[in-house]
């Protein structure tokens, strides 16, 4: 017989009743029912029940191992009794009967619960990464993590793409993040950075005579944390294709996601193809190139209705450039007067100084604005924000970008106050035609919007004879229920286009050939037209797992300090090390650890109880 198990704690059910088997895990709970011990044994696949009866010879030994204890079991297989069924676990038909028992590994006093699914400081659980991972929902969700990146492997192989691994050890690349850089022995004074993205390198493969590449890439940033990006590193699905439109990007992406989310989500998924939203409409429409499609209220621009209306405020605004953004609120009207009061606030803690508002009753529009507007003002105001009697209607009033951020925010807030945001579904769109450039406010000059490798719709001649501000972009963004998943692009495969394309963005063809000089010189020997794209796993995982903060489905996240508190990272290196890598702390530095040194040794330890 095996050392530990003949069988796993989720394997056993009512046909294996009278074997004799062997299992081996971890104490779930215990309880003691008129001298029965019973435990709940635990392992990777499930929870099967033990029964130690008193007469046996280790039951004291049984009774006195703690919660999370290491325990080797031996006995028979049992049919429970009707009434002691228990229909939530898959073996809750049987239970076994100990003849052997060994303690393999004792459990210290817990500092966080397994068998409870209670909250638990982060540091607590970062520090005890390892029992945090015990428990049911975690376990549920790094499970699922590695069955959504096999099949996400799966699907692409299928598709023809080839997994390829490119450098982790790579150059500093200026991509608009903080490099992670690892000091070179070898090369005294020099360092290497921890890739951003693997965007250089599958590119590169494309101008190597590749045709479909893919890989699960980790990517380094040195960036703050937030619920739904993590600090340090992430995981990307990475692709690229040879002659390649955006459209056949599309098509490859698509039936991967929609597949994702329907192979491990009963949700309604949006169906194929999925939905292309311009970015001027999405920044019109829903004021975000993220938006939610799952809250139905479309902004509208109601700026003609307000221009010259005795409503000065706006009127005036508008006479210096401002724009009015319509936010629908359906059916609001008969709503308490706090409703609205409530809405005015929000703006208000937004930074606006207010948040005007129309409701249109049966009786005519009431409200602090419908008073300075006449009757045909209304009007236009209800056709150009498809609103009908019962609506109510808000208002934001300022230049063009920070209305529509406002009025996105609003949007977001009306949905949710008014019940409008459908739950439980995955709402895809694509968001396309970004602009290939933006005005730099302090800078005073034209700068990349977005990335700058992409391909300006138009090529060289947009470029050479068309208002740099004008000119789009092959560049697309990749949105599920108002959470970006990945951004792409069409490559700039031309060095000629590219030189222009930087040249009025305000570098040099010699920042070209300093930053870039791999990539730019591999684009004079022949490269393909290509594109690809990097959806975001961890983002996938989260939104499949249904969780707020990637924390949760990640095994072994960083804290919002970019710490890792299990093993300790980042910590100091030995002088030994430092001087094998040329590197000397400055005295900051040491005052810094020096501290931080004296602190540790006069904080007392602290375990949280049970």
Same mark, same amino acid.
């Given at each position: 017989?095996?050392?530990?198990?003949?069988?796993?704690?989720?394997?056993?059910?009512?046909?294996?009743?009278?074997?004799?088997?062997?299992?081996?895990?971890?104490?779930?709970?215990?309880?003691?029912?008129?001298?029965?011990?019973?435990?709940?044994?635990?392992?990777?696949?499930?929870?099967?029940?033990?029964?130690?009866?008193?007469?046996?010879?280790?039951?004291?030994?049984?009774?006195?191992?703690?919660?999370?204890?290491?325990?080797?079991?031996?006995?028979?297989?049992?049919?429970?009794?009707?009434?002691?069924?228990?229909?939530?676990?898959?073996?809750?038909?049987?239970?076994?009967?100990?003849?052997?028992?060994?303690?393999?590994?004792?459990? /210290?006093?817990?500092?966080?619960?397994?068998?409870?699914?209670?909250?638990?400081?982060?540091?607590?659980?970062?520090?005890?990464?390892?029992?945090?991972?015990?428990?049911?929902?975690?376990?549920?969700?790094?499970?699922?993590?590695?069955?959504?990146?096999?099949?996400?492997?799966?699907?692409?192989?299928?598709?023809?793409?080839?997994?390829?691994?490119?450098?982790?050890?790579?150059?500093?690349?200026?991509?608009?993040?903080?490099?992670?850089?690892?000091?070179?022995?070898?090369?005294?004074?020099?360092?290497?950075?921890?890739?951003?993205?693997?965007?250089?390198?599958?590119?590169?493969?494309?101008?190597?005579?590749?045709?479909?590449?893919?890989?699960?890439?980790?990517?380094?940033?040195? /960036?703050?944390?937030?619920?739904?990006?993590?600090?340090?590193?992430?995981?990307?699905?990475?692709?690229?294709?040879?002659?390649?439109?955006?459209?056949?990007?599309?098509?490859?992406?698509?039936?991967?996601?929609?597949?994702?989310?329907?192979?491990?989500?009963?949700?309604?998924?949006?169906?194929?193809?999925?939905?292309?939203?311009?970015?001027?409409?999405?920044?019109?429409?829903?004021?975000?190139?993220?938006?939610?499609?799952?809250?139905?209220?479309?902004?509208?621009?109601?700026?003609?209705?307000?221009?010259?209306?005795?409503?000065?405020?706006?009127?005036?605004?508008?006479?210096?450039?401002?724009?009015?953004?319509?936010?629908?609120?359906?059916?609001?009207?008969?709503?308490?007067?706090?409703?609205?009061?409530?809405?005015?606030?929000?703006?208000?803690?937004?930074?606006?100084?207010?948040?005007?508002?129309?409701?249109?009753?049966?009786?005519?529009?009431?409200?602090?604005?419908?008073?300075?507007?006449?009757?045909?003002?209304?009007?236009?105001?209800?056709?150009?924000?498809?609103?009908?009697?019962?609506?109510?209607?808000?208002?934001?009033?300022?230049? /063009?970008?920070?209305?529509?951020?406002?009025?996105?925010?609003?949007?977001?807030?009306?949905?949710?106050?008014?019940?409008?945001?459908?739950?439980?579904?995955?709402?895809?769109?694509?968001?396309?035609?970004?602009?290939?450039?933006?005005?730099?406010?302090?800078?005073?000059?034209?700068?990349?919007?977005?990335?700058?490798?992409?391909?300006?719709?138009?090529?060289?001649?947009?470029?050479?004879?068309?208002?740099?501000?004008?000119?789009?972009?092959?560049?697309?963004?990749?949105?599920?229920?108002?959470?970006?998943?990945?951004?792409?692009?069409?490559?700039?495969?031309?060095?000629?286009?590219?030189?222009?394309?930087?040249?009025?963005?305000?570098?040099?063809?010699?920042?070209?050939?300093?930053?870039?000089?791999?990539?730019?010189?591999?684009?004079?020997?022949?490269?393909?037209?290509?594109?690809?794209?990097?959806?975001?796993?961890?983002?996938?995982?989260?939104?499949?797992?249904?969780?707020?903060?990637?924390?949760?489905?990640?095994?072994?996240?960083?804290?919002?300090?970019?710490?890792?508190?299990?093993?300790?990272?980042?910590?100091?290196?030995?002088?030994?090390?430092?001087?094998?890598?040329?590197?000397?702390?400055?005295?900051?530095?040491?005052?810094?650890?020096?501290?931080?040194?004296?602190?540790?040794?006069?904080?007392?330890?602290?375990?949280?109880?049970?």
């Amino acid at each position: 017989m095996h050392p530990y198990r003949t069988h796993h704690c989720g394997a056993l059910r009512s046909g294996d009743v009278g074997a004799s088997v062997k299992l081996s895990g971890w104490v779930h709970r215990k309880r003691d029912h008129g001298q029965l011990l019973f435990i709940d044994l635990r392992d990777h696949h499930g929870i099967t029940q033990v029964v130690v009866h008193p007469d046996r010879p280790f039951f004291a030994e049984a009774e006195a191992a703690r919660l999370e204890s290491v325990i080797t079991i031996e006995g028979r297989v049992v049919a429970r009794t009707a009434e002691t069924v228990n229909p939530r676990l898959p073996t809750g038909a049987i239970e076994v009967s100990a003849d052997a028992f060994h303690l393999e590994s004792p459990c /210290e006093t817990l500092p966080l619960q397994v068998n409870a699914e209670r909250d638990f400081p982060e540091e607590t659980r970062l520090r005890y990464r390892f029992l945090d991972l015990r428990r049911e929902h975690m376990h549920a969700n790094i499970v699922l993590r590695s069955q959504v990146i096999s099949s996400i492997r799966r699907r692409m192989t299928d598709l023809g793409f080839l997994e390829i691994q490119t450098p982790i050890l790579t150059a500093s690349s200026p991509e608009g993040a903080r490099d992670f850089l690892v000091p070179s022995r070898l090369h005294p004074g020099t360092f290497y950075a921890l890739p951003q993205a693997p965007q250089q390198y599958k590119q590169l493969l494309m101008m190597s005579g590749f045709d479909r590449y893919f890989q699960i890439a980790p990517c380094f940033r040195d /960036e703050d944390a937030r619920a739904d990006r993590s600090p340090g590193e992430f995981y990307q699905l990475d692709l690229e294709m040879a002659f390649a439109t955006q459209e056949d990007v599309f098509a490859a992406v698509e039936p991967v996601m929609h597949g994702l989310f329907t192979e491990f989500s009963d949700w309604p998924t949006t169906g194929l193809p999925f939905p292309r939203i311009a970015y001027r409409d999405a920044m019109l429409r829903y004021g975000s190139d993220k938006p939610d499609l799952r809250n139905p209220i479309a902004i509208a621009d109601v700026t003609e209705a307000f221009a010259g209306s005795g409503f000065k405020v706006f009127a005036g605004a508008i006479e210096k450039g401002a724009v009015v953004r319509a936010i629908p609120g359906p059916s609001a009207v008969g709503r308490p007067r706090r409703f609205f009061d409530q809405m005015v606030e929000y703006a208000q803690s937004l930074g606006a100084p207010g948040l005007g508002y129309i409701q249109l009753a049966e009786d005519g529009a009431k409200g602090p604005v419908a008073k300075f507007l006449d009757e045909a003002r209304i009007a236009r105001i209800r056709e150009l924000a498809g609103l009908e009697t019962g609506d109510a209607v808000f208002f934001v009033c300022d230049q /063009e970008g920070p209305a529509a951020k406002l009025a996105g925010l609003i949007r977001t807030r009306v949905g949710e106050e008014l019940g409008l945001v459908e739950q439980d579904a995955y709402r895809f769109c694509w968001i396309v035609d970004f602009p290939m450039f933006e005005w730099d406010e302090d800078l005073k000059q034209v700068a990349f919007s977005h990335n700058p490798f992409s391909m300006p719709q138009g090529g060289l001649e947009a470029l050479e004879t068309k208002d740099p501000l004008d000119i789009l972009a092959f560049q697309y963004d990749i949105v599920c229920n108002g959470i970006e998943l990945s951004s792409g692009a069409i490559r700039n495969h031309r060095p000629d286009i590219m030189r222009k394309a930087f040249a009025l963005a305000g570098y040099p063809e010699s920042d070209l050939e300093e930053k870039f000089g791999g990539m730019y010189r591999a684009l004079h020997y022949g490269a393909p037209p290509h594109g690809g794209i990097a959806p975001g796993v961890d983002r996938i995982v989260m939104l499949l797992a249904d969780q707020p903060n990637l924390r949760e489905i990640t095994p072994f996240p960083l804290n919002q300090q970019a710490q890792e508190l299990l093993l300790g990272a980042p910590g100091t290196a030995s002088e030994r090390q430092l001087k094998e890598l040329n590197i000397q702390l400055s005295l900051a530095a040491r005052e810094r650890l020096r501290a931080l040194a004296e602190r540790e040794v006069e904080k007392p330890p602290v375990v949280d109880s049970p």
